[in-house]
């Protein structure tokens, strides 16, 4: 006959199993603090070494000039900090995946990523598309909307406080679309500041 | 169907049975890869159980090919889901009677 304490063992162990098939729980936080570090220092590059402020949606022909081979340099920027993050965070999450007894690469990860790349994927395309037409001003506030919806997407799939990150991202997309001028300092203070509050947030919620 | 002394069905006393049940009451399909990772278990292990819950009827299997990769998908069947519903509320009644 089974005892009292292994009933529980029993419950918390279902418990835990359908927690593992269906979200991902071994996002670290401090993926989120190093990601808006790179994020910081990618967007301070781009100001100070690349001179890029977009102030209109389209660039007369006199900055256009003067951006053509900027672009190309910005376009290689925003890569680096996008794969040095998301090296970060594979390192991370694999880590704390490993104190946690469960696969960083599982169904559940899949899942995961797969339903962010789809937003990002979409996004991404369509910003590459508006730079070449010469649409740079729209840049920053699309990143920051199609990313924002990408992780809104993924709170479904890993912790819900995701969400609200999110939105955060959704809204600063659309102020800074309305203000052109500023897309530099709202794409840092949304992949940046938000991402190091979040990731403070849970790693204080979470890991500790 | 076979019922233990305290209520609780037989075909859930194995723990890796236990949780394919539990990972299938969440999630609509899941091929036998998601399962293993989530288990642990080996090939063996994990096909035998998933066999014998298949013959309590508690799971079904839909097979298809993606590619030319045969694909093989388990779900609950009604049965199943009440059966494991009923064990959860027992296993709970258990545990509360002790306090």
């Known amino acids: 006959m089974k005892q009292q304490q292994d009933y529980i063992r029993d419950i918390s162990e279902i418990r835990s199993m359908m927690e593992k098939s269906t979200k991902f729980l071994s996002l670290s936080g401090w993926a989120g603090i190093m990601a808006g570090v790179y994020a910081l220092i990618g967007a301070y590059i781009a100001y100070k070494v690349l001179y890029f402020n977009p102030d209109e949606i389209i660039y007369s022909s006199a900055s256009e000039r003067h951006y053509t081979g900027g672009i190309v340099k910005l376009v290689l920027l925003a890569l680096s900090v996008l794969v040095l993050a998301v090296g970060t965070a594979v390192f991370f999450s694999s880590r704390r995946a490993a104190k946690r007894n469960e696969k960083f690469w599982n169904a559940t990860s899949r899942r995961l990523l797969v339903n962010m790349g789809v937003p990002l994927v979409i996004g991404g395309i369509l910003i590459l598309i508006l730079i070449s037409k010469g649409y740079v001003g729209l840049v920053a506030p699309l990143t920051l909307i199609f990313y924002g919806l990408s992780l809104f997407i993924a709170s479904r799939y890993t912790f819900e406080d995701v969400k609200i990150l999110g939105l955060i991202q959704v809204v600063l997309g659309l102020i800074s679309s309305y203000y052109i001028g500023y897309g530099l300092l709202f794409w840092a203070l949304g992949f940046g500041v938000a991402h190091i509050a979040y990731g403070i947030y849970i790693h204080f919620k979470y890991e500790r | ?99």
């Not at chain 2, 899941?30 to 309590?56: C, I, P, Q, R, V």
């Open chain 2, 1 to 99: 169907m076979k019922i233990s002394v305290n209520g609780l069905h037989k075909a859930f006393e194995s723990r890796i049975r236990l949780g394919i049940m539990s990972a299938l009451a969440v999630n609509e399909t899941l091929d036998f890869n998601a399962l293993k990772e989530y288990l642990d278990a080996t090939d063996g292990n994990l096909a035998s159980h998933l066999k014998a819950l298949e013959k309590e009827e508690f799971i079904a299997v839909e097979k298809s090919f993606v590619g030319r990769k045969p694909n093989t998908k388990y779900f609950m069947t009604k049965e199943g889901k009440t059966a494991f519903l009923e064990h959860l509320r027992i296993l709970e009644n258990l545990v509360k009677s002790h306090k």
